[in-house]
């Protein structure tokens, strides 16, 4: 077995959040359908980011799921290591710096000619967040770009739902868990919604069926698109064999897991004000895992995910605080 040099290595979207907020005449402008949540082509988003800048003030903050939650648990301690295709730009190099502020090893080789993915975020004046995203790079990460030694030597490997879809990083997120497999390592999987589009759902299951994941992460809505259920207790009563933990989280009502044929729930923390909620799921995955590595026991890793979540929903932004002392996405 290779020596631990990590406690969690994760692979998922390196993605920078671009946003802005824009009156819904801009929108409309830009043609763009408030409330929307669409993916976008390196042409089209150019144009759109051209337009935000034209137009206003904009904030750059590093995202994806994978890596906000990766940010959370090394907030928490966890030496941590992350796996993502940039493109050789200006927003690949404000990924990698922060990254490694974070302490998180990031080597994986920038894309030449390739942008660095983007989800751009225009917030409007009653709080509504249109969300139009821009893979690019992020879907090019290939097996032969894995750092190896990396993912051997990890106590756990965690993988984002987000990045299963394409072909080239399905193929490389296969490759980490071979590796992970053949070491002995836990391997976590969070859910998103994605798992909806076509071709997804059916390769993901069978990957959960086939014993490929030993904590499987979704909220409620996720985990019935995943078992193509229509009620939350049918989804845990099919998913649940399959998995040695399955985690929901369950919003106000806190978070439950399925281990070893026993249901453990908790509640979630009261916090005096809720700012923004967007971070919430990732850093749940965060306190729970970080948890888990250093050995804590199912119900004390779903404390820790609680109170990840609280903390984070207490401000904007979807990571903990960063170095400097400032939040990510104060601006927003």
């Known amino acids: 077995m290779a020596r631990?040099?990590?406690?969690?290595?994760?692979?998922?979207?390196?993605?920078?959040?671009?946003?802005?907020?824009?009156?819904?005449?801009?929108?409309?402008?830009?043609?763009?359908?408030?409330?929307?949540?669409?993916?976008?082509?390196?042409?089209?988003?150019?144009?759109?980011?051209?337009?935000?800048?034209?137009?206003?003030?904009?904030?750059?903050?590093?995202g994806g799921s994978a890596a906000n939650t990766l940010a959370g648990a090394a907030a928490l301690g966890a030496r941590c290591a992350f796996i993502g295709q940039t493109g050789?730009?200006?927003?690949?190099?404000?990924?990698?710096?922060?990254?490694?502020?974070?302490?998180?090893?990031f080597a994986t080789p920038p894309l030449a000619n390739v942008p660095t993915g983007r989800c751009l975020i225009l917030v409007s004046p009653d709080g509504e967040r249109t969300m139009q995203t821009n893979p690019a790079a992020s879907h090019r990460l290939t097996a032969e770009t894995l750092d190896e030694d990396a993912v051997r030597a990890a106590r756990m490997l965690f993988l984002e739902g987000y990045l299963w879809?394409?072909?080239?990083?399905?193929?490389?997120?296969?490759?980490?868990?071979?590796l992970a497999?053949?070491?002995?390592?836990?391997?976590?999987?969070?859910l998103s919604d994605s798992i909806a589009l076509p071709g997804r759902r059916d390769s993901l299951a069978a990957l959960v069926a086939d014993g490929g994941v030993d904590v499987l992460f979704a909220n409620e809505y996720e985990a019935c698109l995943m078992a193509a259920t229509a009620t939350v207790e049918e989804a845990i009563a099919?998913?649940?064999?399959?998995?040695?933990?399955?985690?929901?989280?369950?919003?106000?009502?806190?978070?439950m897991a399925i281990h070893?044929?026993?249901?453990?729930?908790?509640?979630?923390?009261?916090?005096?004000?809720?700012?923004?909620t967007t971070g919430a799921g990732d850093q749940f995955a965060a306190g729970f895992i970080a948890a888990q590595v250093r050995g804590l026991d199912v119900e004390a890793s779903l404390r820790s995910g609680a109170a990840a979540a609280a903390d984070i929903i207490t401000r904007i932004g979807a990571r903990p605080v960063a170095p400097g002392g400032a939040a990510?996405?104060?601006?927003?």
């Open 4 to 62: 631990e040099s990590y406690d969690i290595v994760a692979l998922g979207d390196a993605i920078v959040d671009v946003l802005a907020k824009r009156s819904d005449r801009f929108l409309d402008e830009c043609g763009v359908v408030k409330g929307t949540m669409r993916l976008l082509g390196d042409a089209e988003a150019d144009t759109l980011v051209a337009a935000m800048h034209a137009s206003g003030p904009v904030d750059e903050v590093p």
């Open 88 to 105: 050789a730009d200006r927003l690949g190099d404000l990924f990698a710096a922060h990254m490694h502020a974070l302490d998180i090893d």
């Open 165 to 178: 879809g394409p072909d080239k990083p399905r193929a490389a997120m296969r490759r980490a868990i071979e």
């Open 181 to 190: 497999h053949a070491e002995g390592r836990a391997i976590a999987f969070t």
């Open 238 to 255: 099919r998913l649940s064999p399959q998995v040695p933990t399955l985690v929901l989280t369950r919003g106000a009502q806190g978070a």
């Open 260 to 276: 070893a044929g026993e249901r453990i729930e908790i509640p979630a923390l009261q916090v005096e004000k809720v700012v923004d």
């Open 328 to 332: 990510d996405g104060d601006n927003d």
